[in-house]
């Protein structure tokens, strides 16, 4: 590891193969943790090349434990988180008003690094128990339309890692990673970017899988749809900006969608929505991001008939029932 800092302090590069190499020996426990905290820390004081994030993709690939749903084509909804912002966990949310409509949905998440709750902080108090049992996911996506996939009990580099981004609590290149190694390899993907320079790269390594996708990212900084300011939003086929009105009928102030200071506030918070019971504004915001999700499957001719049928789903508690069916087969 010392031969690579020296070489990375001296501004250069890794390869895509050297990158991955770096990976698996962390994930291998041969590097100890200033060393690893030593190699993260480079990458705030520099952008990631698109060589180095494949590298790091293919490892995490390689070693994953991988989860078949037996042809359940499904859809992930994740952010890169790291955007600072502190919302409630708008993306897990709409992953379940996706479920609501009938639509397959396997969730990968993770604590929160940089931010108080994150999707498995989440899920946790809620009742759900992490697992990578592959029959147990795919019976929980069979009758609840929905299971999660923990990223540390399938990475296993993200459980070395997760103590050390933890401390530093500060966005890492784990963050960009993510969206693009969940094991059970979503046909769709709706990923939220925090600024325009991730949104690129992850136009570029999208391009090269085989799934359908939607990157979004809010122009203020958000990594979702955040009816805060306009979206830019690219897919296959090209992309635009769209306007708070176009995507959620209205626009919304940034205290609309704040998270709360604890783990079991954020919590509280997800369940007064999934309940249907969240302000105008809170659900506009899941309702827009769920209505993104639903369209970028290619089931809805628009997106407005997709974002009739998130409103239907959680208006009518097929949203919040397929929470508690999750949790019943818990």
Not at 102 to 118: D, L, P, R, T
Not at 211 to 230: A, K, P, Q, R
Request: glycine letters at 8%; hydrophobic letters at 40%.
């Amino acid at each position: 590891m010392k031969k690579i800092l020296q070489y990375l302090f001296e501004y250069k590069t890794l390869t895509r193969e050297t990158a991955k190499d770096v990976l698996m020996n962390i994930s291998k426990g041969i590097y100890n943790e200033s060393e690893i905290a030593s190699f993260i820390t480079v990458f705030f004081m520099r952008s990631i090349t698109i060589d180095e994030l494949q590298g790091f993709r293919d490892a995490l690939l390689e070693l994953c434990v991988r989860v078949d749903l037996d042809g359940n084509e499904t859809i992930d909804i994740v952010g890169t988180g790291g955007d600072g912002k502190n919302t409630f966990n708008i993306s897990t949310l709409a992953c379940f008003i996706v479920a609501g409509t009938g639509q397959k949905v396997s969730k990968h998440g993770n604590y929160g690094a940089s931010s108080i709750s994150g999707a498995s902080n989440v899920m946790e108090n809620l009742g759900y128990k992490f697992k990578n049992d592959k029959a147990q996911l795919k019976k929980e996506v069979e009758e609840a339309n929905i299971c999660f996939l923990h990223a540390p009990l399938f990475h296993p580099a993200l459980k070395t890692v997760g103590p050390i981004r933890k401390n530093l609590g500060v966005r890492t290149f784990f963050n960009m990673l993510g969206p693009m190694v969940n094991p059970a390899f979503p046909k769709f993907q709706l990923v939220g970017v925090y600024n325009l320079e991730m949104a690129r790269i992850y136009n570029y390594l999208l391009q090269q899988t085989e799934g359908t996708f939607t990157i979004i990212h809010s122009l203020d900084g958000y990594d979702e749809i955040s009816l805060t300011n306009d979206t830019k939003v690219i897919t296959n086929e090209g992309e635009k900006i769209m306007t708070p009105q176009q995507l959620g009928k209205r626009m919304v102030e940034a205290s609309d969608i704040y998270g709360g200071a604890t783990v079991e506030e954020a919590a509280k918070l997800f369940s007064k929505i999934l309940k249907g019971d969240g302000t105008w504004s809170q659900n506009a915001v899941v309702l827009a991001n769920a209505a993104m999700a639903l369209h970028c499957t290619g089931n809805y001719k628009t997106y407005d008939d997709a974002y009739h049928a998130a409103v239907e789903s959680l208006e009518s508690g097929k949203a919040h029932d397929a929470l508690k069916k999750l949790i019943a087969l818990q």
